[in-house]
């Protein structure tokens, strides 16, 4: 028919979940259904646009890696070439979904629309979410609109960007939100509705790429807490860690024991980057001594998207200077 072409590529999650009953959901099989099946579930979806279905993995996402992002990230870049695809939606669980999202919004080198989308209950569940989500995502992926808006992630009816997305809620249905930062838009009454887009460098404006890579420097994440020490400091550097993210309290404050095992971390070549473990607000210079240490900043960015960044910055430079303005500008 003379519909757009989506693809839709497949990696699992509970969008993809089954359970012994309508009633369970929690402790289901995530991942478990083929691609055809969930396309199958929504016949509406025909009526919008050709949708073919490609699997990838059938994971849970939580077992997400570096060999799977890369592999998408390049098959994303494959599709996109091609011009009779319009748009990519990728089918993924929602624990990792806002890192996968924001990977591919660093990589991908196309402005036509790619939408993640999950679900929070199984496909086998009473009011499972996961069509409604499905068939709202293949409608942004077709939306002219949604041209040049970065990697977006379509869930409960809300369009979300990928940078400033993240998982706020361990069980319910609305969970992707952009505090503060604020949704992208809507989907109401069927219709796709944009009201704002992200400042920051994405997409065709990125300078990073991975297609001649099959992988990617270790970076590790130190979450602070009240007693830290710098034992997890220590075993990262030990583990070969290139980078070190550190989820600091506050505005990315570092606890004394903390900060003697980074600042050695850093005369042994790895760069560290604070962020930070509350929610909102960029992590900036809160204290000079910090900086004078050469710990970088990660803006607002999560510390689990700040890991992403840096083992993409890394790829390229390992100038702290530099690696700083990659902070500041994606
Ligand atoms: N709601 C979900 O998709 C959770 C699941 N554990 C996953 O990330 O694959």
Redesign the pocket.
């Known amino acids: 028919a003379d519909l757009p072409n989506v693809k839709i590529l497949a990696t ?4 993809a979940g089954t359970a012994a009953s309508a009633t369970q959901v929690t402790g289901y099989k ?2 478990d259904l083929a691609i055809q099946t969930l396309i199958d579930a929504v016949p509406a979806v025909k009526d919008i646009a050709n949708v073919t279905g490609e699997q990838i993995v059938k994971i ?3 077992n997400m890696n570096t060999p799977t992002l890369l592999k998408l990230a390049k098959r994303v870049n494959e599709l996109l070439k091609d011009p009779s695809v319009s748009g990519i939606v990728i089918t993924h ?4 979904l806002e890192e996968t999202a924001y990977f591919l919004n660093l990589l991908t080198k196309s402005d036509k629309p790619v939408v993640l989308v ?3 209950r199984p496909a086998t569940a009473i009011s499972a979410d996961g069509p409604m989500n499905l068939l709202n995502a293949v409608k942004v992926a077709t939306s002219p609109e949604a041209k040049g808006k970065g990697v977006m992630i379509v869930m409960n009816d809300v369009i979300n960007s990928a940078r400033d997305v993240t998982k706020t809620n361990t069980t319910n249905v609305a969970t992707f939100k952009s505090p503060e930062l604020g949704a992208l838009g809507y989907i109401g009454a069927g219709k796709v509705r944009f009201y704002k887009q992200s400042t920051k460098r994405h997409t065709t404006n990125s300078e990073f790429d991975v297609s001649n890579l099959e992988t990617l420097p270790r970076v590790d994440i130190i979450y602070s807490h009240v007693d830290a020490d710098r034992v997890m400091a220590d075993a990262a550097v030990k583990a070969g860690a290139k980078g070190i993210i550190h989820a600091g309290t506050g505005n990315g404050s570092i606890a004394d024991p903390t900060e003697a095992g980074l600042k050695d971390a850093v005369k042994n070549g790895v760069i560290v980057v604070r962020s930070a473990r509350v929610p909102n607000g960029p992590t900036t210079v809160s204290l000079a001594k910090w900086k004078d240490a050469g710990f970088l900043e990660s803006d607002t960015l999560n510390p689990q998207k700040a890991r992403l960044l840096l083992q993409l910055a890394l790829t390229k430079t390992s100038d702290p200077k530099e690696i700083q303005r990659m902070f500041d500008e994606y």
Do not use: L, V
Request: avoid cysteine; hydrophobic fraction near 25%; glycine fraction near 32%.
């Open positions: 699992g999650g509970t969008i995530a991942g849970s996402s939580n669980g929602t624990d990792t999950g679900a929070m």
